[in-house]
């Protein structure tokens, strides 16, 4: 439910537009998982090469290997239904305000509350927990009140509209989801992560192959929220300058900052960042995953977790992330032009270059392996815009777009066993490769008809001419399938349709 209200004032300083908005939204996220069929690590194709479902492989149950090797067992819970919820209530008031031909104000601030709960549910009895398990109803597991401030400016030199500095700050809350981890003591996916120790060297799991316990999820003594809890915040700060040089035809050019922090994240408080603190030499298998040959990278130190530690209780608390002291930021130059349709034609055209400081949202010091001096990911990413749009006669229009962009940074990372489980170590920085800098084209084209003094449109679209299909993620980590694409550009697609304008 929400609503609105305008009002505008002239003599308080020239003139006001006021709005005033609210909003209030209800979010169930219910669950099912009636059970895992059964699961194998893609080192396991050679049992099931074209089907995991097959015969032989328990269900519910997630073997996990390293090159081929036995690594962990994941053992879920099943089956199980869960409910969860989330209330927001917004409210928000903005004041376009004019204080004379030269200078204008654009004034507003936002509450937002985010309440997350839960009603009655039980988790029932499986193949793997002997006890039937209930939970009373919690209305208000956690709760944010948050504000954000905008301010705008804008500044016309010299008061014609051809030439103005603008600017604008603001601060933006994240709406947290409505199924948060902790949020419920009864989550849809109920596991435990054991040590696989595969005495037989089948590959499969049998019972009492299960080593130490490495995670798990599930119950009121693993799933909690911190009640200091933080929220993600986001702000942005930017300034341009635009300039129309002839008629219909203007620049603008500007810069723009957005940082993150409070970045969210679920944590052991029973194994805090320091408690890493054993060091161990890992060999870089190199882009294969196979020890031994040229291609090799160098050995490192990561750290193992100390005894005490290891053996304490298994908690899984969600909360800002207590081991960043300092944001993530990201900053964008951009030119862009834009000709308003004139003599049958528009055109708008953009380039952008952004250089990110990217937080890596980890729990010990093995996450940060392969980051810069500040532990942060450092990369650039770019990308140019051109589209128009054509009148030709008999109200016939042709509107193409052309976009090409950088491909996403990254760098390989490895799978390395250590004494409290597998982890992923990135051993190339953020922005050692890149994936392929991907081309687009489309175009529609438009034929307008009158019918009665209303307009009916029939269109054509034609989306991805040239059939890119550069890759848009890939395998990062070292093993046989290492830059195989998981992710690629959609094929060139067709299509027609009609619309009514009245």
């Known amino acids: 439910m929400n609503g609105s209200l305008s009002f505008f004032k002239s003599g308080w300083g020239n003139s006001h537009n006021l709005k005033f908005g609210w909003e209030i939204a209800y979010y169930p996220t219910p669950g099912n998982q009636p059970g895992r069929i059964s699961r194998a690590d893609k080192d396991l194709e050679d049992l ?28 879920f819970e099943t089956p199980n239904k869960t409910k969860n919820f989330q209330w927001t209530y917004s409210a928000y008031v903005n004041d376009a305000w004019q204080l004379n031909d030269h200078l204008s104000f654009n004034l507003g601030i936002r509450f937002d509350r985010y309440r997350n709960g839960y009603p009655d549910q039980v988790h029932p009895v499986g193949r793997f927990n002997a006890t039937e398990v209930r939970f009373p109803a919690n209305p208000d597991v956690f709760h944010f009140n948050t504000v954000g401030p905008r301010l705008g400016i804008v500044w016309n030199i010299k008061g014609n509209g051809k030439t103005l500095v603008k600017a604008n700050w603001g601060q933006y809350a994240w709406r947290v989801s409505g199924n948060v981890a902790g949020q419920n003591p009864n989550p849809l996916a109920w596991s435990k992560r054991y040590v696989w120790n595969d005495r037989n060297g089948d590959r499969l799991w049998q019972r009492g192959e299960e080593g130490r316990l490495v995670a798990a999820t599930g119950g009121s003594t693993n799933e909690r929220i911190d009640p200091n809890w933080k929220n993600n915040v986001t702000s942005e700060l930017a300034a341009w300058l635009e300039r129309e040089l002839i008629p219909n035809f ?226 990062q980590s070292s093993g046989s399938t290492f830059l195989r694409p998981t992710v690629i550009v959609p094929p060139r697609v067709a299509r027609i349709g009609a619309k009514f304008e009245w």
């Open 250 to 475: 203007g620049v603008r050019s500007g810069v723009i900052w957005r940082g993150d922090k409070n970045k969210q994240v679920v944590l052991n408080p029973n194994r805090p960042f320091e408690a890493y603190n054993i060091p161990i030499t890992v060999r870089d298998p190199g882009p294969d995953g196979v020890v031994g040959n040229a291609d090799d990278g160098p050995s490192f130190t990561a750290w193992n977790l100390e005894t005490a530690a290891l053996n304490a209780p298994i908690v899984n608390l969600t909360t800002h992330n207590p081991y960043l002291t300092d944001g993530e930021d990201h900053y964008t130059w951009e030119i862009a032009g834009t000709k308003r349709m004139s003599n049958h034609w528009s055109m708008n055209t953009s380039f952008a270059h952004t250089w990110s400081r990217e937080a890596v949202n980890g729990t010990n010091p093995n996450a940060f392996i392969g980051t810069e001096s500040d532990q942060r990911k450092h990369y650039t990413n770019w990308q140019a815009k051109l589209a128009g749009t054509f009148q030709l006669p008999y109200e016939v229009n042709i509107s193409p777009v052309i976009r090409h962009q950088s491909g996403d940074p990254f760098g390989r990372t490895i799978q390395a066993r250590l004494n409290y489980g597998t982890q992923t170590i990135q051993v190339e920085p953020e922005s050692a490769r890149r994936v392929t800098n991907v081309t687009i084209v489309d175009v529609r084209a438009e034929k307008g008809i009158r019918v009665g003094g209303r307009r009916v449109a029939f269109f054509f679209d034609l989306f991805n001419i040239l059939n890119a299909n550069a890759d848009q993620a890939i395998v």
């Open 48 to 75: 099931a090469p074209n089907d995991n479902r097959v015969q032989g492989l328990p269900p519910d149950v997630e073997h996990r290997l390293i090159n081929g090797a036995p690594s962990e067992v994941v053992l």
